[in-house]
């Protein structure tokens, strides 16, 4: 069974900086695509960032450029490291493998203004 453990969030100020981590335990990684998502209040759940096992990556208009995905094959972790973060990024993160249906129950990050 597919598990998946985020970490990293947390509160920050507009313009700082945070680096989330999903650790992927119950299945192959290396070769699978990884993405990540986030749901605001009262929003849906919205994709972020992806990147396949070969390392290409794809991105929201609202994050280019602020926004890196990345991943450790050998750690079976993905990572989104997050940059110049606005009150607008706020929200529930959550990583999740393309292929599979299960999700890790998230990592708050908090953007004050």
């Known amino acids: 069974q597919v598990q998946l453990v985020e970490s990293g969030g947390g509160l920050v100020q507009a313009g700082g900086s945070l680096r989330l981590s999903c650790v992927v335990s119950g299945s192959i990684f290396s070769i699978y695509a990884m993405d990540w998502y986030r749901q605001a209040p009262g929003k849906q759940r919205e994709l972020v960032a992806g990147?396949?096992?070969?390392?290409?990556?794809n991105y929201a208009d609202s994050v280019k450029g602020r926004f890196t995905i990345s991943r450790d094959n050998g750690k079976n972790t993905a990572y989104l490291q997050m940059n110049s973060l606005r009150p607008e990024d706020t929200g529930v993160y959550y990583c999740?493998?393309?292929?599979?249906?299960?999700w890790g129950p998230g990592t708050q990050v908090t953007v004050s203004s």
């Open positions: 990147i396949t096992g070969g390392g290409f990556t």
């Open positions: 999740k493998l393309r292929y599979s249906s299960s």
